[in-house]
């Protein structure tokens, strides 16, 4: 019998190791620990073409360097039992970092056989590793395996034995480039060494100097072990180097050499060992486009042009859908109440539930059209772009280039919305620039905040239209800004992340996934909206409704309409009573008067409803803003959706006194009230846009973020707008704009 082969099998966790050892040596194995570790030391013998062969399974590890037991047991092993030959076994779908390790065993200079796992898996993935190319590029056969299935198995083991018979070749430690400043160093330190014979029983001499660069513990005390003066010598030379390097780059020699390592590797991968087969076209067409799409001057153009896109998709193209599902809903609306007795329940059921789930659901085509836009650029790459141009800009105030995104679908350009803005902040990663985004993104001007801008400034700036348009515009961002950067020295106070977006390549989206991530997250909306807001909506009508009129007010509502109906013939009062639209005159003038009736019952009911107690009760504050009861019913209801604003604003405005043949627009009415005069009207504006959001957007930011944020978004909010409407309207009394 010939003399047995000692063998080691080495390289990082998960390459493999364990798999190819079972294969290679099937049950014969023996598990122990490595003498004082409680590492697992596995060893087991098999024979390949009549020889013996045992086998030592090292621990996983990414490096040489004594960071970890698993780094140290492998190293000492290597030095001290010094096998035959390792195997350093290589995963070839993550090959640049594998052979990090793959370097320092080269560094080591021990006598060496890749076996290149897993290249059913690269395969897959596209990539393509030539394993005669980097066998002549390293010096060491490399074969190709999988260790799985076996294959390779024996020519791997052919090679191994091959290295390890051949006495001829003397396995010279690699030589890696570290760099002008510690190649010098090396030298000197590597003459130091060999001269004095300085742990050269152990290490090779370029080992040994690199390892106390890199501050290698168990090396540094061997080495006082071994020879103290020498030793001394050596790290004063070490520590010299160490803070020049510091104090000139601010880097310690370990980071360079580890730069160094990689780029070595890089070097060897890019001389044709590594090819991606479908991935390097795409990946150098994606260099190619970032060339254009984050040019400075052409980027920003871009990136406006393709955020419009989204926002024109979101928006404009939605309209449809939109519109189709409010005549559903509102269809719906009528046949339920045709098919339910008038009273509290049907009131109930259409003005609270229907027209509340209406609310929400109302927005689910449009949130799939904006999900779907977002799909679109994160899944071919360019939001990541967006990001990153951003960044600049956003940090500033404390935010991230990701932030981008939730402020224009809020309303940045004008005319967003903020639930699906909210929403859209799921693409930034640190919790707290999360949250400066999410509460300060309701600031902007939502689609609903817009009818009553254009009613205002319409009703008192007429002359500046545009101007006015623009200026808030521009003020809801300075607003958002200042206070995300408010928020994130105070509340949200914490490190900004660094921008660590990789900039992954240009990919062409599927629709399949496009469909998929839009509905994942529509879904989520519907589940998370809908669960709360069929309660909130009843709790708002019911403000709304009760207590309501005393049947007394309610019979001499009665009677006045018994009363105006007296002055009409019996046909023309079935004729009003029979259609909406009445067709003679008579019975149009019937229909005016009931209607001014049930106004005035209307606007009594809401004055003595909840809602209507609260405005009242409100106005002892609210009075220093300059707003009224009415407008604080507005304002309440605008807290269920900024849309009701103008419609509530016109109830409560609609007084039987106009004459209704050419009844005025709301617009006019406000000019003519003496409640409202520039400075009410420019401190509602401002309260509008920035007061508490809407119960939807704050059903939304507790679920995103918590109760406790959505509770302070509201009060927050609310105190800003209120101390900014007081100020304006306070400066606009003295100044005379009244
Ligand atoms: P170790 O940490 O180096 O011991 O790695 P293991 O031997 O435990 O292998 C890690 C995982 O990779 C296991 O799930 C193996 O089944 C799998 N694996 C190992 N080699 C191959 C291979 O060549 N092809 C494939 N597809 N999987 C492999
Ligand atoms: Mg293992």
């Given at each position: 019998?010939?003399?047995?082969?000692?063998?080691?099998?080495?390289?990082?966790?998960?390459?493999g190791?364990?798999?190819?050892?079972?294969?290679?040596?099937?049950?014969r194995q023996?598990v122990?620990?490595?003498?004082?570790?409680t590492?697992?030391?596995?060893?087991g013998?098999?024979?390949?073409t009549?020889?013996?062969?045992s086998?030592?399974?090292?621990?996983?590890?990414?490096?040489l360097?004594?960071y970890?037991?698993?780094?140290?047991?492998?190293?000492?092993?290597?030095v001290?039992?010094?096998?035959?030959?390792?195997?350093?076994?290589?995963?070839?779908?993550?090959?640049?970092?594998?052979?990090?390790?793959?370097?320092?065993?080269?560094?080591?200079?021990v006598?060496?056989?890749i076996?290149?796992?897993?290249?059913?898996?690269?395969?897959?993935?596209?990539?393509?590793?030539k394993?005669d190319?980097?066998?002549?590029?390293?010096?060491?056969?490399?074969?190709?395996?999988?260790?799985?299935?076996?294959?390779?198995?024996?020519?791997?083991i052919d090679?191994?034995?091959?290295?390890?018979?051949?006495s001829?070749?003397?396995?010279?430690?690699?030589d890696?480039?570290?760099?002008?400043?510690l190649?010098?160093?090396?030298?000197?330190?590597?003459?130091?060494?060999?001269?004095?014979?300085?742990?050269?029983?152990?290490?090779?001499?370029?080992?040994?100097?690199?390892?106390?660069?890199?501050?290698?513990?168990?090396?540094?005390?061997r080495?006082?072990?071994?020879?103290?003066?020498?030793?001394?010598?050596?790290?004063?030379?070490?520590?010299?180097?160490?803070?020049?390097?510091?104090?000139?780059m601010?880097?310690?020699?370990?980071?360079?050499?580890?730069?160094?390592?990689?780029?070595?590797?890089?070097?060897?991968?890019?001389?044709?060992?590594?090819?991606?087969?479908?991935d390097?076209?795409?990946?150098?067409?994606?260099?190619?486009i970032?060339k254009i799409?984050?040019?400075?001057?052409?980027?920003?153009?871009?990136?406006?042009?393709?955020?419009?896109?989204v926002?024109?998709?979101?928006?404009?193209w939605?309209?449809?859908?939109?519109?189709?599902?409010?005549?559903?809903?509102?269809?719906?609306?009528?046949?339920?109440?045709?098919?339910?007795?008038?009273?509290?329940f049907?009131?109930?059921?259409?003005?609270?539930?229907i027209?509340?789930?209406?609310?929400?659901?109302?927005?689910?085509?449009?949130?799939?059209?904006?999900f779907?836009?977002?799909?679109?650029?994160?899944?071919?790459?360019y939001?990541?772009?967006?990001?990153?141009?951003?960044?600049?800009?956003?940090?500033?105030?404390?935010?991230?280039?990701?932030?981008?995104?939730?402020?224009?679908?809020?309303g940045?350009?004008?005319?967003?919305?903020a639930?699906?803005?909210?929403?859209?902040?799921?693409?930034?990663?640190?919790?707290k620039?999360r949250?400066a985004?999410?509460?300060?993104?309701p600031?902007?001007?939502?689609?609903?905040?817009?009818?009553?801008?254009?009613?205002?400034?319409?009703?008192?700036?007429?002359e500046?239209?545009?101007?006015?348009?623009?200026?808030?515009?521009?003020l809801?961002?300075?607003?958002?800004?200042?206070?995300?950067k408010?928020?994130?020295?105070?509340?949200l106070r914490?490190e900004?992340?660094p921008?660590?977006?990789?900039?992954?390549?240009?990919?062409f989206?599927?629709?399949?996934?496009?469909?998929?991530?839009?509905?994942?997250?529509t879904?989520?909306?519907?589940?998370?909206?809908?669960s709360?807001?069929?309660?909130?909506?009843?709790?708002?009508?019911?403000?709304?409704?009760?207590?309501?009129?005393?049947?007394?007010?309610?019979?001499?509502f009665?009677?006045q309409?018994?009363?105006?109906k007296?002055?009409f013939?019996?046909?023309?009062?079935?004729?009003?009573?029979?259609?909406?639209?009445?067709?003679?005159?008579?019975?149009?003038r019937?229909?005016?008067?009931?209607?001014?009736?049930?106004?005035?019952?209307?606007?009594?009911a809401?004055?003595?409803?909840?809602?209507?107690?609260?405005g009242?009760?409100?106005?002892?504050?609210?009075?220093?803003?300059?707003?009224?009861?009415?407008?604080?019913?507005?304002?309440?209801?605008?807290?269920?959706?900024?849309?009701?604003?103008?419609?509530?604003?016109?109830?409560?405005?609609?007084?039987?006194?106009?004459?209704?043949?050419?009844?005025?627009s709301?617009?006019?009415?406000?000019?003519?009230?003496p409640?409202?005069?520039k400075?009410?009207a420019l401190?509602?504006l401002?309260?509008?846009?920035?007061?508490?959001?809407?119960f939807?957007?704050?059903?939304c930011?507790?679920?995103?973020?918590?109760?406790?944020w959505?509770?302070?978004?509201?009060?927050?909010n609310t105190?800003f707008?209120?101390?900014?409407?007081v100020?304006?309207?306070?400066?606009?009394?003295?100044?005379?704009?009244?």
């Amino acid at each position: 019998m010939k003399d047995q082969i000692t063998m080691a099998l080495a390289g990082n966790p998960n390459a493999g190791k364990t798999t190819l050892f079972n294969q290679l040596t099937g049950a014969r194995q023996h598990v122990g620990n490595y003498p004082g570790i409680t590492v697992d030391h596995k060893e087991g013998r098999f024979s390949h073409t009549g020889r013996e062969i045992s086998l030592t399974d090292l621990p996983g590890t990414y490096s040489l360097t004594a960071y970890s037991v698993e780094e140290l047991v492998a190293r000492d092993y290597l030095v001290n039992a010094k096998p035959q030959v390792v195997i350093n076994i290589v995963d070839a779908s993550n090959l640049e970092r594998n052979l990090y390790l793959t370097c320092q065993f080269l560094e080591l200079g021990v006598p060496m056989v890749i076996a290149l796992n897993m290249i059913d898996v690269a395969k897959d993935r596209g990539i393509e590793v030539k394993a005669d190319r980097l066998a002549t590029l390293l010096g060491i056969p490399v074969v190709p395996i999988i260790a799985r299935t076996g294959l390779g198995k024996n020519r791997l083991i052919d090679e191994a034995i091959a290295v390890a018979s051949d006495s001829r070749r003397n396995w010279q430690p690699l030589d890696i480039s570290y760099g002008d400043d510690l190649d010098e160093t090396i030298m000197s330190l590597m003459t130091e060494i060999d001269q004095k014979g300085f742990l050269t029983d152990i290490y090779p001499s370029r080992f040994t100097a690199i390892k106390y660069l890199e501050n290698d513990d168990q090396i540094m005390a061997r080495g006082r072990t071994a020879k103290p003066a020498v030793a001394e010598t050596i790290e004063s030379l070490v520590s010299q180097v160490s803070g020049h390097l510091v104090k000139t780059m601010d880097v310690f020699p370990e980071a360079i050499i580890a730069d160094h390592r990689y780029g070595f590797i890089k070097s060897i991968i890019r001389q044709g060992v590594l090819t991606h087969k479908f991935d390097t076209d795409r990946l150098y067409a994606s260099d190619r486009i970032d060339k254009i799409v984050t040019n400075r001057l052409l980027g920003p153009i871009i990136m406006l042009t393709v955020l419009f896109g989204v926002y024109k998709l979101t928006f404009s193209w939605s309209e449809l859908p939109v519109s189709w599902l409010g005549s559903f809903i509102s269809w719906f609306g009528d046949v339920v109440s045709h098919n339910l007795p008038d009273g509290l329940f049907k009131s109930m059921i259409t003005s609270g539930i229907i027209h509340g789930a209406g609310g929400v659901l109302g927005f689910v085509p449009l949130i799939m059209f904006m999900f779907f836009g977002i799909a679109i650029l994160e899944d071919s790459g360019y939001l990541a772009r967006v990001a990153f141009m951003m960044d600049r800009i956003f940090r500033i105030f404390g935010l991230h280039g990701s932030s981008v995104m939730p402020f224009i679908i809020s309303g940045g350009i004008a005319g967003g919305c903020a639930v699906p803005g909210v929403l859209a902040t799921r693409t930034l990663r640190s919790p707290k620039e999360r949250l400066a985004t999410l509460l300060t993104v309701p600031f902007m001007n939502c689609g609903a905040k817009l009818p009553v801008l254009a009613l205002l400034i319409g009703a008192f700036f007429s002359e500046n239209k545009a101007r006015y348009m623009f200026f808030f515009t521009v003020l809801t961002w300075v607003v958002a800004l200042l206070s995300a950067k408010f928020f994130r020295s105070t509340v949200l106070r914490g490190e900004p992340t660094p921008f660590v977006m990789e900039l992954p390549p240009y990919r062409f989206p599927t629709l399949q996934g496009l469909l998929i991530h839009t509905w994942e997250r529509t879904w989520q909306y519907i589940k998370k909206a809908g669960s709360v807001i069929l309660g909130i909506s009843v709790l708002i009508w019911a403000m709304m409704t009760f207590p309501g009129l005393s049947p007394d007010r309610i019979a001499a509502f009665d009677q006045q309409r018994k009363a105006v109906k007296a002055g009409f013939p019996a046909d023309i009062i079935s004729e009003t009573e029979g259609k909406k639209t009445a067709g003679s005159e008579q019975a149009a003038r019937l229909a005016e008067q009931l209607s001014i009736i049930d106004g005035d019952q209307a606007e009594e009911a809401l004055r003595n409803s909840a809602a209507g107690r609260l405005g009242i009760a409100f106005e002892s504050v609210s009075r220093y803003a300059g707003f009224d009861w009415r407008t604080n019913i507005a304002l309440i209801g605008g807290f269920a959706a900024k849309e009701v604003i103008v419609s509530t604003l016109g109830t409560a405005y609609s007084m039987g006194k106009v004459d209704s043949k050419e009844s005025a627009s709301l617009g006019q009415r406000l000019r003519q009230d003496p409640h409202w005069n520039k400075g009410v009207a420019l401190a509602a504006l401002l309260f509008i846009m920035f007061y508490s959001p809407c119960f939807i957007t704050i059903i939304c930011i507790a679920r995103e973020a918590s109760w406790k944020w959505a509770f302070f978004s509201m009060v927050f909010n609310t105190v800003f707008a209120f101390v900014m409407a007081v100020g304006v309207y306070q400066i606009g009394r003295l100044s005379g704009l009244g």
